[in-house]
């Protein structure tokens, strides 16, 4: 099982980027999907994760209104949108999967030590 991460990198207090997540060796549709970040000296945290049918999403209240995630199962890809990003969004995000499909998004997103299987991250800096 791969996940990969990508479209992290530099950019200004205001600018956005396109986070992906390319799964592989699991079918994406049978797992809760979500995107964990890191920064430097602090804990993993849950950003944003959806669901298995896209029914029920979560965002972490500092990127509420500003992140978008979404899923594509037929690609087995997972994106998040970053707008407005902020100096504080700097972190490297990790992109997850776990396989029990009755977990909502919110307790998926609260608990990083869940996921069956992790992607090796992506760095995201926000500097002028």
């Known amino acids: 099982v791969q996940l990969q991460a990508s479209g992290g990198g530099l950019v200004q207090p205001g600018g956005s980027l396109r986070l992906s997540c390319a799964v592989s060796?699991?079918?994406?549709?049978?797992?809760?999907v979500g995107w964990f970040r890191q920064a430097p000296g602090k804990e993993r945290k849950g950003v944003s994760c959806?669901?298995?049918?896209?029914?029920?999403?979560y965002y972490e209240d500092s990127v509420e209104g500003r992140f978008t995630i979404s899923r594509d199962n037929a690609e087995n890809t997972v994106y998040l949108q970053m707008d407005s990003l902020k100096h504080e969004d700097t972190a490297v995000y990790y992109c997850a999967v776990h396989s029990n499909t009755d977990n909502s998004a919110m307790f998926f997103c609260a608990r990083p030590f869940l996921p069956d299987y992790w992607g090796k991250g992506t760095l995201v800096t926000v500097s002028s």
């Open positions: 060796g699991i079918t994406l549709e049978h797992y809760v």
């Open positions: 959806i669901s298995v049918r896209d029914t029920d999403t």
